[in-house]
């Protein structure tokens, strides 16, 4: 089964350069299958790391940045695979 994790945070106004630089230096206990990096507008920044694990293995993943690079805490959400067919 394959497992996505994503992890969404809004920056401080004006931060969200200084907050994607430090999404991308932060190192987890594991290595995924895929870790991919998105920004919005209004400063947000997304992660998605995929692995090959069971729905609820724990999993290691990004922290809450310190101090005042983000607007308010960090939203998560966990997701499995299901095939592409239309039911």
Do not use: C, N
Not at 69 to 80: D, G, I, K, N
Request: no cysteine; net charge negative.
């Amino acid at each position: 089964m394959t497992v996505a994790l994503m992890w969404e945070a809004r920056a401080a106004e004006g931060r969200g350069a200084e907050l994607l630089a430090w999404a991308r230096a932060q190192r987890l206990a594991a290595e995924p299958l895929r870790r991919e990096f998105l920004r919005a507008p209004q400063d947000r920044v997304l992660v998605i790391t995929w692995w090959d694990a069971d729905y609820d293995t724990e999993l290691p993943e990004l922290p809450e940045p310190e101090g005042e690079l983000v607007m308010r805490a960090v939203h998560r959400w966990r997701f499995e695979s299901v095939d592409g067919t239309v039911e």
